[in-house]
């Protein structure tokens, strides 16, 4: 080993992989003990962008985020939906027990509407969770997103391809999700801050349709003479 | 009873210095454009005066910037100048073209003195920067006569008053044309000697309504004065000599005419959210701008930087002549709410009403949605979205016996491209719609599909099969 080095280790100037320093930053707990414990304990970030990456919606993604949707509503904070591909539909999320006078849904017609009004919610004290899907977004537009997120302290969560997975991002928190056979969503934690990335979990999310798992398919057998298109 | 009169010797020069920029030579010429009818200092130094012809004036200063005088716009000048004064006297009088008479006797009293009430006014209008001649009166005239002459005194005493308008010349007396001649043919030169005259010789030689009008600046005959009510809006206009064709030009005037808002209701203590922009262009119709605020508001820089967030949006369609700036509906204000002992809260209602009114000003007022749910069985049918509203209504909804739904609805139901992987419940027949002709009759099940998606697909009564939605 180098001098340099070696007195850079007597100083102990050298961070060290296998010294995991518990980060301070704040978090909100996703409400899965599961995905808690594989983003050591803490959760989304808040004052830091979160992205997740997924093909297609109507894999639970939203579910991932309920809880957290759930506490914040209720406590009187604003939840932004930012160009949401489908509509939010209404009486699902009153049966999930959000608070709909804190849902607020926004449609911009251009990036640079759309830039300047995540940054606006981010910036906000009343904004509580904004979630949005971009287009296509540069490295150094996610960058200033990630500094408005840092003027506020609120959770920030992108929706975003999954291809972009292979790019890199500022973000603080990166989860891949996938769906699987058991209508659970696989996770993968490609990014995040303190520790290294690469924790996968499983988190069931079967009861977003009112499924259970060891229950069989209750569907009415009929003639399906025309089903197939 | 005490009069002031307030005599603005150029109003409509100070008015237009006000609302623009620093231009060099400035005139107001008379409607047929013939004659300079104000000139400001700058051009009274290169030459200009009164009365001049308007030709003599531009061979003398080619790049004179030259204003037509307008009756309507002079008139609506000297009302702005009304409603300042209001909020330091109570009856106040318009006396067109340029003047503005208030009753101060009774208001010594309340500023301490004749000298207070005049040190007062004398510094608002510096503050305005308004050039006026100021003269009290025991009589409404009398004030009148001392102010336009520039002989008032800040006195209460009417027999000085008296005296001082005995020295004046008949000319300034401001009698009509025939009487004037008549009286100097009778060999009199000075207020004093007309006063002196014995009342009923008067009325005989000359008229009784010059008998009158000595009466009613001597105090002898009552001069009864209507007061002057502020209206119960606020309209504003600043007009400009060359036109603004940037919207960044137009932000300096609209500064000032904002702080001016921002003073109007906090001494009417009331609030507004509604602000009317008129732009007025020299050819096409006027641009108006409604600016909304989403809550309450009085402070001059909100409005400013919803304004000109505005303004970014929205390029000028023309060059601008003059703006002005309505406002109509004012509400009550509501005793602000406290930050607690430490500071530390911030006030979480007013941030929402400034991020409401910064989005709505620039992505426009429909951009924003609330979602709320309705009484319906038809899935496209039980949801609505609404603008923006921040009441806390409390939704009290039994979430239990809601039926399972989709966190994602399409925007209508697309075709089913795929036989779907695995079945889950089914079929949840809904059918409604018949008493308004957007008839829904389908039978409703939870599919997996091949990628992994969990969809609530529908059969319609046709035939065909739909996805209506993502379990997210």
Excluded at chain 1, 45 to 67: K, Q
Excluded at chain 1, 95 to 109: C, F, K, V, Y
């Amino acid at each position: 080993m180098s001098e340099l080095l070696n007195t850079l280790m007597q100083d102990a100037r050298v961070w060290q992989g296998h010294k995991h320093n518990k980060t301070t930053q704040p978090a909100e707990p996703t409400g899965f003990q599961a995905l808690d414990n594989q983003l050591g304990g803490l959760g989304w970030p808040r004052g830091a962008l979160s992205e997740c990456l997924l093909d297609t919606p109507g894999i639970g993604e939203l579910t991932l985020l309920m809880p957290l949707m759930q506490r914040l509503s209720q406590a009187g904070k604003t939840v932004f939906w930012l160009n949401p591909p489908h509509t939010p539909y209404a009486p699902a999320l009153i049966r999930e027990g959000i608070d709909l006078n804190q849902i607020i849904m926004i449609h911009t017609e251009d990036k640079g509407d759309f830039l300047w009004t995540l940054e606006n919610c981010l910036r906000s004290p009343v904004t509580g969770l904004v979630m949005a899907w971009p287009k296509k977004l540069e490295a150094r537009e996610i960058r200033r997103l990630q500094l408005a997120a840092e003027a506020g302290s609120n959770v920030c969560v992108l929706f975003r391809e999954r291809h972009y997975a292979e790019q890199n991002s500022p973000a603080a928190l990166r989860l891949e999700l996938e769906p699987d056979d058991q209508q659970s969503l696989k996770v993968n934690v490609l990014k995040r801050r303190g520790s290294w990335p690469g924790q996968r979990c499983s988190l069931a999310m079967a009861h977003r349709a009112s499924l259970l798992h060891h229950e069989a398919p209750r569907i009415v057998q009929g003639p399906w003479p025309t089903m197939a298109r | 009873m005490l009069w002031l009169y307030l005599h603005f010797p150029h109003l409509v020069l100070d008015h237009i210095r006000r609302s623009g920029e620093h231009v060099s030579a400035l005139v107001i010429v008379e409607g047929s454009g013939q004659k300079v009818v104000q000139a400001c200092p700058t051009a009274k130094d290169l030459g200009v005066r009164d009365d001049m012809r308007l030709k003599t004036a531009i061979s003398l200063v080619p790049e004179l910037s030259i204003i037509r005088a307008d009756q309507q716009q002079e008139a609506r000048i000297l009302e702005d100048q009304a409603r300042w004064l209001y909020r330091y006297a109570a009856h106040i009088v318009l006396v067109p073209p340029n003047g503005l008479l208030a009753e101060i006797g009774s208001l010594q009293r309340l500023y301490g003195g004749l000298s207070a009430v005049w040190r007062t006014l004398e510094e608002v209008l510096h503050e305005r920067q308004l050039t006026a001649w100021m003269g009290t009166g025991h009589t409404p005239l009398a004030a009148r006569l001392t102010a336009r002459n520039g002989v008032g005194e800040r006195t209460s005493d009417t027999a000085r008053i008296l005296q001082t308008l005995s020295k004046m010349p008949l000319l300034a007396a401001e009698f009509d044309g025939r009487t004037c001649i008549r009286l100097q043919r009778l060999g009199l030169n000075t207020l004093g000697e007309v006063f002196s005259l014995p009342p009923k010789e008067m009325a005989r030689r000359l008229s009784p309504e010059t008998l009158a009008y000595i009466q009613k600046i001597r105090g002898s005959r009552p001069d009864p004065q209507a007061p002057w009510q502020p209206p119960h809006h606020f309209r504003q206009q600043a007009d400009f000599v060359q036109d603004i064709e940037q919207s960044q030009g137009l932000l300096f005037p609209l500064r000032r005419m904002l702080s001016e808002l921002e003073s109007d209701l906090c001494w009417r203590q009331q609030d507004t959210d509604c602000l009317l922009l008129e732009l007025q262009h020299r050819h096409t119709e006027p641009t108006r701008l409604r600016i909304r605020t989403s809550g309450p508001e009085h402070r001059a820089e909100p409005f400013l930087s919803l304004v000109s967030l505005r303004l970014e949006q929205q390029p000028l369609k023309a060059p601008v002549m003059s703006l002005r700036l309505i406002v109509k509906r004012f509400l009550g204000r509501e005793a602000p709410f406290k930050q607690d002992l430490l500071g530390e809260n911030q006030d979480l209602n007013e941030a929402w009403h400034t991020l409401a009114s910064r989005l709505q000003a620039r992505l426009g007022d429909n951009a924003m949605k609330q979602l709320s749910p309705r009484a319906d069985h038809r899935p496209e049918w039980a949801w609505s979205a609404s603008q923006v509203r921040r009441t806390n209504r409390v939704t009290t909804t039994a979430t239990n016996q809601l039926p399972c739904r989709p966190l994602w609805l399409l925007q209508g139901p697309q075709p089913l491209t795929e036989t779907p992987k695995v079945w889950f419940t089914g079929p949840e027949r809904i059918s409604g719609g018949w008493w308004d002709g957007q008839r829904v009759h389908r039978d409703y099940y939870v599919a997996q599909l091949d990628n992994g998606q969990l969809a609530w697909v529908f059969r319609d009564i046709r035939e065909g099969w739909f996805i209506h939605g993502w379990f997210g």
